[in-house]
């Protein structure tokens, strides 16, 4: 919409069960988007769960490897079933309560980024309505009803996300390369570009190269936009755009993600 009270409305009433609006535009719009795949990337630290003795793994070969982080198979689809709702409620709470404008300029990004005081009013509000209409069902249901559309959720979110960014295509970067060809190159694990039954069942969530250079485009335009940037940077970027399925694009998320965190030689990021 072309009014930004009518975007937020939006925002709060239908994204509440999914992500802290708050929280979200500054994690993801400001800080993902901005500095996709780089180590001021926040989602480069979404899975390493330092406060748990780093119970999970890396996604980028600049994070320090763990012992802990071999065992990522083990432990990705508990983990990625919980992405559901714990980022709702704990790490929104990390934004929102921590002072963002210091949090910001100790990772060197967006350093004038501050909760507004209506902003951290209404989501602590949602997340306690998210937290009370869970226990409501739970005590209605039981914990494996209330919890089981979070995990389903949690586990179609990260999947139809994570396997577009983590992979080694979508790591050899180019030290000043222009932002646009980078956003693309981070986008090296698109899948189903021509394939209308994915765009509809991860609403445009397959295509992250077209949403990263284009944000307020609609999703259901990506296939159309897709074509276009095939037609005109394939011979510049042949793997980022190459069509692929989604078994190949799993393929090379797991891949990537056992020479980062199990063999001892990662691939290493280009520098020039």
Same mark, same amino acid.
């Given at each position: 919409?072309?009014?930004p009270g009518?975007?937020?409305?939006?925002a $709060?009433t239908?994204?509440w069960?999914h992500?802290?609006?708050?929280?979200?535009?500054?994690?993801?719009?400001? &800080?993902h988007?901005?500095?996709?795949?780089t #180590?001021?990337?926040?989602?480069?630290?979404?899975?390493?769960?330092s406060? #748990?003795?780093?119970?999970?793994?890396?996604?980028?070969v &600049?994070?320090?490897?763990?012992p802990?982080?071999?065992?990522?198979? $083990?432990i990705?689809?508990p983990?990625?079933? #919980?992405?559901?709702?714990?980022?709702?409620?704990?790490?929104?709470?990390?934004?929102?309560?921590?002072?963002?404008?210091?949090t910001?300029?100790a990772?060197?990004? $967006?350093p004038k980024?501050?909760v507004l005081?209506?902003?951290s009013?209404?989501?602590?509000?949602q997340?306690? #309505?998210?937290?009370?209409l869970?226990s409501?069902?739970?005590y209605?249901?039981?914990?494996?009803?209330?919890a089981?559309?979070f995990?389903?959720?949690?586990?179609?979110?990260?999947?139809f996300?994570?396997?577009?960014?983590?992979?080694?295509a979508?790591?050899?970067?180019?030290? &000043?390369?222009?932002?646009a060809?980078h956003?693309?190159?981070?986008?090296?694990?698109?899948?189903?570009?021509?394939?209308?039954?994915?765009?509809?069942?991860?609403?445009?969530?397959?295509?992250?190269?077209?949403h990263?250079i284009?944000?307020?485009?609609?999703?259901?335009? $990506?296939?159309?936009?897709?074509?276009?940037?095939q037609?005109v940077?394939s011979?510049?970027?042949?793997?980022?755009?190459?069509?692929?399925?989604?078994a190949?694009?799993?393929?090379n998320?797991?891949?990537?993600?056992?020479?980062?965190?199990?063999?001892?030689?990662?691939p290493?990021?280009?520098?020039?």
């Open positions: 919409f072309k009014s009518l975007n937020l409305f939006v $709060y239908f994204g069960l992500a802290t609006p708050a929280a979200w535009i500054r994690q993801h719009n400001l &800080g988007h901005t500095y996709t795949n #180590l001021k990337d926040p989602d480069i630290y979404h899975h390493d769960m406060c #748990l003795n780093h119970l999970g793994w890396r996604n980028h &600049g994070v320090e490897k763990q802990m982080h071999a065992k990522w198979r $083990y990705c689809i983990f990625t079933m #919980l992405t559901g709702v714990v980022p709702l409620l704990v790490e929104s709470s990390f934004w929102l309560l921590a002072e963002v404008s210091e910001c300029r990772l060197n990004i $967006y980024s501050v005081d209506w902003e009013k209404l989501s602590f509000f997340m306690g #309505l998210t937290i009370a869970m409501l069902a739970t209605a249901h039981g914990f494996i009803i209330s089981t559309p995990a389903v959720h949690g586990l179609m979110y990260h999947h996300t994570q396997l577009t960014h983590v992979n080694e979508s790591h050899e970067l180019v030290q &000043g390369e222009e932002w060809i956003q693309l190159r981070c986008a090296s694990g698109d899948f189903g570009q021509r394939s209308r039954f994915w765009l509809f069942t991860t609403i445009g969530l397959n295509m992250q190269a077209p990263h284009f944000p307020s485009l609609h999703w259901f335009h $990506y296939m159309a936009v897709y074509r276009i940037l037609e940077l011979e510049t970027l042949p793997k980022t755009l190459a069509d692929r399925n989604f190949q694009a799993y393929k998320w797991a891949m990537f993600l056992d020479e980062l965190n199990v063999t001892d030689e990662p290493k990021t280009k520098t020039d």
